[in-house]
């Protein structure tokens, strides 16, 4: 999707997962892992830390449902797994979810839409010509988002399908992508006493990676403790 030196924003980051694979996988990419929570963040610090990345790689918060500080820059690629989970959903998730994750991690509004609504109309004016956002979406959205990404002005006038999987906003077209397989790197855990999360569906990336057996995960307290699978 870019060049040598490209500039990768990796929004609604939780504990940088995604971002930090790009960076892991793509070594000329400079990365920034935006969030609105600095827990979050401090777990993205860590987990950067934890992979030798922090060279190409700056944590910073912002709010995906305002506009992008213009401090920010353009960048060639946005990702970003925002909360889409309906309100009146929540309370029905299983509890590996619901008890684990951030209430703010999970609701997407009373249809889910609400960030998608926010980030296709306001941070497309953070891509540079030619750029991409690319989203997760829940497995009934993509129609919905699909549309917006229609609506939204000027740059985005060509509308393939797009998959369940991730959605692929251009200046010029929105095109259908999957995630690349990616290998596991050292992920710090969001909570003290991590368990291997439930998939919300197949082939999704998550915003929680659990270290591997026996490695040492850092919770949101700084603490470093013992994880088993």
């Not at 969030?35 to 918060?61: I, P, Y």
């Not at 401090?71 to 619901?98: A, K, Q, T, W």
Request: with cysteine; glycine share 8%.
């Amino acid at each position: 999707l870019a060049g040598d030196g490209c500039r990768v924003l990796d929004l609604c980051t939780g504990s940088g997962c995604i971002g930090l694979a790009v960076a892991k996988h793509v070594t000329s990419a400079r990365v920034v892992l935006a969030d609105l929570s600095e827990d979050a963040l401090h777990v993205a610090r860590a987990n950067a830390r934890r992979n030798g990345l922090t060279s190409r790689v700056m944590c910073l918060q912002a709010d995906a449902m305002q506009a992008p500080p213009s401090m920010l820059g353009l960048f060639d690629v946005i990702v970003c797994n925002p909360p889409y989970i309906r309100s009146g959903e929540i309370p029905g998730l299983d509890h590996s979810v619901r008890d684990f994750e951030p209430i703010m991690a999970l609701d997407g509004g009373e249809d889910g839409l609400d960030f998608y609504r926010s980030i296709t109309s306001q941070w497309k004016d953070a891509l540079r010509p030619g750029g991409a956002m690319i989203f997760e979406v829940g497995y009934d959205q993509a129609d919905a988002v699909e549309q917006m990404m229609a609506l939204a002005p000027s740059r985005m006038n060509t509308i393939p399908t797009v998959t369940p999987i991730a959605a692929t906003l251009t200046h010029g077209s929105i095109m259908q992508r999957k995630p690349a397989a990616m290998s596991r790197m050292p992920m710090a855990s969001t909570q003290p006493q991590a368990r291997t999360p439930r998939l919300r569906k197949s082939n999704a990336l998550t915003k929680r990676e659990i270290p591997e057996n026996r490695s040492q995960a850092v919770n949101r307290n700084g603490r470093e403790s013992s994880v088993n699978h």
